[in-house]
């Protein structure tokens, strides 16, 4: 068992920063892979970074560049420093934590809302 809770959402404008927090209860060295997730209104969730054990990071197309995926070992956290914020950037944004034993099994957070105003 994983419980992710996030933090660190709010109204930015556009041009703006926010930092988001995920703090994991297991230690993040036997997690698999964590990630950053948003869903806005009406449409799919998708992929906004993820790491993995590996070494492996990846970002959506849409935010390379503006976001930063990053984690404090001690602290079990992941976090998704996001510059340069734009309207469309406006979602739930979840944290996503995936443990590989007898078989691969994901985690969510809550989510936290993110609103960037034009």
């Known amino acids: 068992q994983v419980q992710l809770v996030e933090s660190g959402g709010g109204l930015v404008q556009a041009g703006g920063s926010l930092r988001l927090s995920c703090a994991s209860s297991?230690?993040?060295?036997?997690?698999?892979?964590m990630g950053w997730y948003r869903q806005a209104p009406g449409k799919q969730r998708e992929l906004v970074a993820i790491?993995?054990?590996?070494?492996?990071?990846n970002y959506a197309d849409s935010v390379k560049g503006r976001f930063t995926i990053s984690r404090d070992n001690a602290k079990n956290t992941v976090y998704l420093q996001m510059n340069s914020l734009k309207p469309e950037d406006t979602a739930v944004y979840y944290c996503?934590?995936?443990?590989?034993?007898?078989?691969?099994?994901?985690?969510w957070g809550q989510g936290t809302q993110v609103t960037v105003s034009s």
């Open positions: 790491f993995t054990s590996g070494g492996v990071t």
């Open positions: 996503n934590a995936v443990v590989v034993g007898v078989r691969a099994q994901d985690y």
């Open positions: 297991r230690s993040i060295f036997s997690i698999y892979a």
